[in-house]
């Protein structure tokens, strides 16, 4: 059985920094696709960032770009996002995704991943 579970998220003030993890069982993160997702209320899932299985990054955001970093640990089996220089707008409920295969596709879409945490939320005040 499948399961991504998110952690690190909480309420920061605008310029303060978050890292978020993702913690896979049943899953080996190193060996597919995964990918870093937010969506805040009203607005549709928004992808920010992917990995490949070769460690390619594609930051689809281009809003958090140089702000936000992917990274994973594949000893502890798990996908991490460095969040800094936070941002009001970047308030909203994260979420970790795998594909289920090795390679990402090109943009970022939620509908080409299959297995999803629960999310964890991000607050940042101004």
């Known amino acids: 059985q499948v399961q991504l579970v998110e952690s690190g998220g909480g309420s920061v003030q605008a310029g303060g920094s978050l890292r978020l993890s993702c913690a896979a069982s049943g899953y080996t993160i190193a060996h597919n696709c995964m990918g870093w997702f937010r969506q805040a209320p009203g607005r549709q899932r928004e992808g920010l960032v992917s990995?490949?299985?070769?460690?390619?990054?594609?930051y689809a955001a281009g809003s958090v770009k140089g702000r936000f970093t992917v990274s994973r640990d594949n000893a502890e089996n798990t996908l991490y996002l460095q969040m800094n220089n936070l941002k009001p707008e970047d308030s909203a409920v994260y979420f970790c995704?795998?594909?289920?295969?090795?390679?990402?596709?090109?943009?970022?879409?939620?509908?080409?991943?299959?297995?999803w945490g629960q999310g964890t939320q991000v607050t940042v005040s101004s």
């Open positions: 995704a795998g594909s289920g295969r090795p390679h990402c596709f090109l943009g970022l879409k939620s509908a080409d991943f299959g297995y």
């Open positions: 990995v490949d299985a070769n460690g390619e990054t594609n």
